[in-house]
């Protein structure tokens, strides 16, 4: 089960945390990824990241923008997103998928219910 947090309304320029707390059965070798939809668009992928190697990839639109942390802890992840701008408007989906290195929706098998994340020009 996953579970984000940290969406809102922020002007463009400005940063939001997104965070994503799996529970239940989690597997280290997991890949957790973030999507996100705008209206009228389909769901795209934006980033993943590897629990056991701390593997990382970004979306070229968001590299240097959008960074990963972990609180293994807690079975956190969480997605600093700096430098925000309009077209960053989304509904962000946290996604947990076995296969490094997969972008379509469909290659992951459990989501989270999505945090809405609003940039204002």
């Known amino acids: 089960q996953l579970e984000e947090s940290g969406g809102g309304l922020v002007q463009a320029g400005g940063s939001l945390r997104l965070s994503c707390a799996a529970s239940g059965r989690t597997d280290r070798r997991h890949v957790m990824a973030w999507f996100r939809q705008a209206p009228g668009k389909e769901r795209e992928f934006v980033a993943a990241?590897?629990?056991?190697?701390?593997?990382?990839y970004y979306v070229d639109d968001v590299k240097g923008r959008f960074t990963f942390s972990r609180h293994n802890a807690s079975n956190t992840v969480h997605l600093q997103m700096n430098h925000l701008k309009p077209e960053d408007t989304a509904v962000y989906y946290c996604?947990?998928?076995?296969?490094?290195?997969?972008?379509?929706?469909?290659?992951?098998?459990?989501w989270g219910q999505g945090t809405q994340v609003t940039v204002s020009a």
């Open positions: 990241t590897r629990w056991n190697t701390g593997l990382e």
């Open positions: 996604a947990v998928g076995l296969q490094w290195g997969r972008l379509a929706a469909g290659e992951y098998s459990a």
